[in-house]
């Protein structure tokens, strides 16, 4: 008869059935037998310093490679360190699985060790989360996780383990494992529906088809190609849809930049959006005039008229539904509009243009971008975290899949997200190179990983742009209450490089332009996790915080 405990049975469904081969988090007494799971169904562990990285590089391991993250979260401390990860990876819209540890179920109401009622806190934002009571029980548990954070509209789920369902045994044999993985459920617009979206598009004298998240978790980088293409549309794709068609695509305005579609906006005739909220970064859509057709696409029923009511809504997944409007629309050409259009941009970007292609001495942030992008080139994956520094990330360019990142744009505007981004990226993608623009402030809420990149071999190179401020807050307070009476925003001078030094990484320090590319020669030779620590113009304010600011105003 042989015998397996409950870890070694979650160890054995995430392998056979889910094929999960890397999970991410910090040990715990209560997740012991779970560990020892993870090695027996040779599962790789990344170890993290702190568990909110631990959320967040699952969360960017579904962006990067399109299956779930899975992230394991000791009792009590754990589970809240790891809530900011969960929460960002809610607003996100990413298929997380939490799979975290509790206290004894048999010592409840006791006053045990981290004991605490940890569904009913992260209920709020989890797709669905739910203690397992009984070892027999732990496959259907899993297979109900996956479910949940994968249909339909994706998100975190939390499946609660206790010791006393871990740590026992049990006769294999009694324990079935499912026959399969989840399959993935689609729903399809009506025909009808199809016909009058296309009949739209096809009248269109300045549409934009605009993209986001779900057009990357969807994967539909054929579908997209073969509509655009077609139709001769124009595209902008943002957030994680980022890559899917290369920023260098004949059809791509991305060099317009965020700048000048918020300018733009109100000249189109026709906007296409396709896994995209009109959230605050878009006004709520209360910049789109009235006059302008929107054709919606969302998985989810419910966005398809959330803040701006839809002329044709299609619900369904991104590349199912391009896929089924492909043979209703005409081919057509817009390619005087798609100049109009990128001349608007340029005229709107002409003092960042001039900026990218100009020395500057302090270093200006644009500046910095565009001699990381003159090195690494653009077949590499970007991440931007920070205020001002997320907007100034936005001036990559890419050819790769989510090849742009700039996590600080989510609706949590979570910081700290780079450094757990970049190491799940390099990951997913040992290939690529793998750049995060770090601003100083957050560079400090995870930077610790470093020590976690080293010891796992994590090659990820972090270039900080260090303004010795949080530079979106002090800019604002000195819009608001004057520069004199500045509060909690500025940092100094700090070498950070020097910790990383520490650590065991590589470490530059950046005060000239000219020491920016010899710097990031000798970082990617080295082979090493590298912070690459560059002094900019702490006077420079990016619109974001222009945008920001108003954002507050009562």
Not at 268 to 289: E, T
Not at 356 to 381: N, S, W, Y
Not at 413 to 426: D, E, V, Y
Request: hydrophobic fraction near 40%; charge should be negative; charged fraction near 20%.
């Amino acid at each position: 008869m042989a015998l397996i405990n409950g870890g070694h049975l979650v160890g054995k469904y995430l392998k056979e059935i889910e094929n999960v081969d890397v999970v991410f988090g910090i040990s715990g007494g209560h997740l012991e037998s779970l560990l020892d799971g993870f090695t027996e169904y040779k599962i790789r562990t990344i170890d993290v310093r702190h568990e909110q990285a631990a959320a967040m590089m699952a969360h960017a391991w579904s962006v990067y490679t399109g299956r779930p993250g899975v992230c394991f979260l000791t009792a009590g401390p754990g589970f809240t360190n790891g809530l900011t990860g969960i929460a960002n990876a809610y607003l996100d819209n990413a298929p997380l699985v939490v799979l975290c540890g509790r206290a004894p179920l048999r010592d409840d109401l006791k006053g045990a060790l981290q004991e605490m009622n940890q569904i009913e806190v992260v209920r709020p934002i989890t797709k669905w989360a739910a203690t397992c009571y009984d070892i027999k029980r732990i496959p259907e548990y899993l297979s109900i996780a996956f479910r949940n954070a994968l249909l339909g509209r994706p998100g975190p789920v939390m499946l609660e383990l206790p010791p006393d369902i871990l740590n026992i045994q049990i006769e294999e044999s009694l324990v079935p494992m499912p026959a399969r993985p989840n399959p993935k459920y689609t729903v399809h617009p009506d025909e009808a529906d199809l016909k009058a979206a296309a009949e739209i598009i096809n009248n269109a004298k300045k549409p934009l088809f605009l993209g986001g998240s779900g057009i990357g978790f969807s994967g539909c980088s054929g579908p997209l190609g073969k509509l655009v293409e077609k139709t001769g549309v124009p595209f902008m794709l943002l957030n994680y849809g980022r890559g899917e068609l290369p920023d260098n695509h004949p059809l791509s305005v991305m060099d317009i930049g965020n700048l000048g579609l918020f300018f733009s906006i109100a000249r189109f005739d026709v906007i296409i959006a396709a896994g995209l909220r009109f959230n605050w970064l878009l006004q709520f859509g209360q910049i789109i005039p009235k006059t302008t057709k929107i054709v919606r696409i969302d998985i989810d029923p419910l966005e398809i008229n959330r803040n701006v009511e839809a002329t044709v809504g299609l619900v369904g997944d991104a590349g199912s539904v391009l896929g089924q409007l492909v043979p209703f629309v005409n081919e057509n050409d817009h390619g005087e509009w798609i100049q109009t259009l990128k001349g608007a941009g340029r005229s709107v970007l002409d003092n960042e243009h001039r900026i990218r292609e100009t020395a500057t001495d302090p270093i200006h942030p644009v500046r910095l971008v565009a001699q990381i992008q003159k090195f690494v080139g653009d077949d590499a994956i970007y991440i931007a975290d920070g205020g001002d520094t997320q907007y100034f990330g936005l001036g990559f360019t890419t050819r790769q899949k989510a090849g742009v990142v700039a996590s600080a744009a989510g609706l949590l505007g979570c910081l700290g997200t780079g450094l757990p981004f970049g190491m799940a990226a390099k990951l997913a993608r040992p290939d690529k190179k793998v750049v995060v623009l770090n601003g100083d402030g957050s560079f400090g809420f995870n930077a610790m990983e470093f020590d976690t990149m080293v010891r796992h071999n994590i090659p990820v190179v972090c270039v900080i742009n260090n303004d010795c401020a949080w530079g979106m807050i002090k800019h604002s307070q000195e819009v608001s209450i004057g520069k004199d009476r500045l509060q909690c925003s500025e940092l100094g001078v700090r070498r950070y490089e020097k910790m990383v030094e520490g650590l065991g990484g590589h470490s530059e320090f950046v005060t000239k332009d000219e020491e920016i590319i010899p710097a990031l020669e000798r970082a990617f030779a080295s082979g090493k996790p590298a912070c690459i620590n560059v002094m900019t113009d702490p006077t420079v304010t990016s619109p974001a915080t222009h945008l920001f600011y108003q954002s507050l105003k009562i």
